[in-house]
């Protein structure tokens, strides 16, 4: 009977699958279930992207997106966010031109150096010169043909196109007050997505300021609530590549964070799956029967790794520069410090003086006291007046042991801290010397 009862027990509970949905992967067929039915959505840095790509990438990317368009949607946090980083993107393409020219230049400078290492023959070095002045020319055009997009609405037009009557509507004010409100709890337990974005300060008066550190929470509750609209599944595509959205384990992405796909269900009761942008052609490619090219799946991953490498260059500099900033405060606190304790050094000396004269004079004036009054003799003696007189030297005494005993313990106090502090300092100009590096 107890094993029958534990039995109904067991099946009135819920599958494990239904429970934990985020650590489970769907079947092949519903998995095509999910191309063939879901919203496609886009994050702000898909869109930015297609500045980072080869013209060919770029136009295939387009393409595919055309081909979802009926389902594809943007929210309106997104498109913002495009709109806004859009020209800093094209401004970080062309500093990408220059740099590499300056590099090439640089190149060529050293090899025409006939006096140092490393030697080239003239013959190689006026072939040379010739690639290298054709590739800084075909560089400087490439570069001219990038610029025209400050201007030009080539890529946003067809962005426009693709989705448009498919941008998501504003929030109200009063719903981003609300969803700031909640997003400060939510990043305080780490609840994703956006919790990696809470050392961005949210304490500017600019409303729009306040906004931006939860920039990630707005996009994913605009994601849920037209997911409950449709009543659709959402397929998220997004090369944000933060652990606020990504399970990783070793390093390696293992899929969307758990929690994410348990809150989309309980949310608006539907599948939700996010991939990256190589990963989504694939699947494209594999669900949806589009031509996809390696090469152009590559390109994207190279673009990803090379982002990868310049924000940890971008990190690495700020920390590099958090350090030295980090090593003169320690330097001038540890300066202070020094001289605090020389002060007290001066001070102790001083009042071990003044503490030294003053045993003294109790001592002298205790010893003749008992010595008129053991001797005797016609002096007549004013005892309250030498009482009165050890008494101020007495109390003296003590308010100067007490001022030492202050300054001594104060002393120490500061030498323990001059220690810790020349540790630290010692431990900073280790770690920018040995230039240990961030992870992403």
């Known amino acids: 009977m107890v094993l029958k009862d534990e039995a109904l027990l067991f099946n009135d509970g819920d599958c494990m699958k239904d429970l934990f949905p985020g650590h489970f992967k769907e079947s092949e067929s519903s998995l095509r279930e999910v191309w063939n039915t879901s919203l496609f959505v886009f994050d702000a840095n898909i869109l930015l ?150 050392s961005k300060s949210g304490s500017s008066e600019v409303f729009s300021d306040q906004c931006r550190k939860y920039g990630d929470l707005i996009v994913w509750t605009q994601v849920i609530d037209k997911a409950t609209e449709l009543e659709k599944g959402v397929v998220l595509v997004t090369d944000d590549k933060k652990e606020d959205w990504w399970e990783k384990f070793k390093g390696k992405t ?23 942008a190589d990963r989504f052609l694939e699947l494209a490619r594999e669900n949806l029967g589009e031509q996809v090219s390696e090469e152009i799946v590559e390109e994207i991953r190279e673009v990803r790794r090379r982002d990868k490498l310049a924000h940890l260059r971008i990190k690495e500099v700020e920390l590099n520069k958090h350090r030295k900033k980090q090593l003169n405060n320690l330097t001038e606190e540890l300066e202070k410090v020094r001289h605090q304790m020389a002060n007290y050094k001066n001070e102790m000396h001083m009042l071990q003086e003044q503490r030294h004269m003053l045993e003294s004079e109790k001592s002298s004036l205790k010893e003749y006291r008992n010595k008129l009054f053991h001797e005797g003799g016609d002096e007549y003696i004013d005892d309250n007046q030498l009482t009165d007189h050890y008494y101020h030297i007495s109390t003296n005494y003590d308010e100067v042991k007490s001022r030492l005993d202050v300054s001594q313990m104060r002393y120490q106090e500061l030498r323990q801290h001059m220690v810790v502090l020349e540790q630290e300092l010692s431990h900073s100009m280790k770690a920018i010397e040995h230039g240990v590096s961030v992870d992403l």
């Open 254 to 276: 293992v899929g969307p964070r758990p929690e994410l796909v348990k809150e989309f269900k309980d949310r608006a009761s539907q599948t939700f799956h996010m991939y990256q």
């Open 49 to 198: 992207n297609l500045y980072r790509y080869s013209d060919a990438t770029r136009n295939e990317f387009l393409r595919i997106l055309e081909t979802i368009k009926d389902r594809a949607w943007l929210p309106h946090r997104a498109a913002e966010e495009y709109l806004n980083n859009r020209l800093s993107v094209i401004d970080q393409q062309e500093k990408s031109y220059d740099d590499t020219v300056k590099s090439i230049e640089l190149l060529k400078r050293d090899l025409e150096n006939a006096r140092q290492h490393p030697f080239v023959s003239k013959d190689i070095m006026e072939r040379m010169s010739s690639v290298f002045e054709e590739l800084c020319n075909e560089l400087k055009n490439n570069k001219s043909v990038h610029t025209t997009r400050i201007s030009s609405e080539e890529i946003k037009d067809s962005i426009a196109g693709i989705f448009e009557n498919s941008v998501g509507f504003p929030y109200e004010k009063e719903r981003l007050e609300q969803l700031i409100s909640e997003g400060e709890e939510r990043y305080k337990q780490k609840v994703p997505p956006g919790f990696k974005d809470g």
